[in-house]
């Protein structure tokens, strides 16, 4: 079995932002008394719909973590039913996108994307359920990078729920191509 560190280590980057927890790291070794501890540095930017976020871990070495993200939300609820994004990919990797949704659906099916009925869609499967919510993954290649940068209406994520009831979250692409643009850039 081959593991991809680089695609590991991405996907558990942008997991933590998902759950908001700090980037796992190294236990640090001991710091001196008048050396303060460093806390790590955070910047978000919002084009429309989608927010770039970039964490800067202090080092040895200086690690800097950064993903784009969209979140969905019912009305009056808290919680979001849905986080999409994509981290900044590895100088050679491809471009992955990663769904996060609540543990309550079906996992056989995953996740497809759509512009509309017509489109045959993007699949993203699941790959794991924790207790903050299941993913869904998929590498997304230059025909899926046109269409969403080009998309002017929302697309719909579709999917089963626990109950096997189909679900349709909406998906939209507004501020997309400039989102990803300063993902690049960082």
């Keep these: 079995m081959h593991i991809d560190t680089k695609r590991t ?15 796992a790291q190294q236990p640090a070794p001991p710091q001196q008394p008048q050396q303060p501890q460093q806390n790590p540095q955070r910047t978000t930017a919002t084009y429309d719909d989608w927010i770039v976020r970039c964490e800067t871990q202090p ?7 950064c993903d784009m993200a969209q979140m969905a ?12 994004g994509i981290a900044k990919p590895a100088k050679g990797e491809p471009i992955r996108l990663v769904i996060q949704l609540p543990v309550n659906v079906t996992v056989a099916n995953g996740v497809k994307l759509q512009a509309n009925d017509k489109d045959p869609g993007l ?5 794991r359920c924790i207790p903050a919510g299941c993913f869904a993954e998929v590498d997304v290649k230059d ?42 850039k960082q």
């Design 9 to 23: 280590a991405m996907a558990g980057a942008l997991l933590a932002a998902f759950m908001s927890a700090a980037v």
């Design 73 to 84: 939300q019912v009305q009056g609820q808290a919680n979001p039913i849905s986080r999409v």
């Design 59 to 65: 080092g040895p070495p200086q690690q800097k973590i």
């Design 143 to 184: 025909d899926a990078m046109k269409k969403f940068r080009s998309a002017t209406a929302p697309w719909k994520m579709q999917l089963k729920d626990g109950a096997d009831h189909d679900v349709a979250i909406p998906l939209s692409f507004k501020g997309f191509g400039q989102a990803f643009d300063a993902l690049l």
């Design 123 to 127: 699949l993203a499967p699941f790959k």
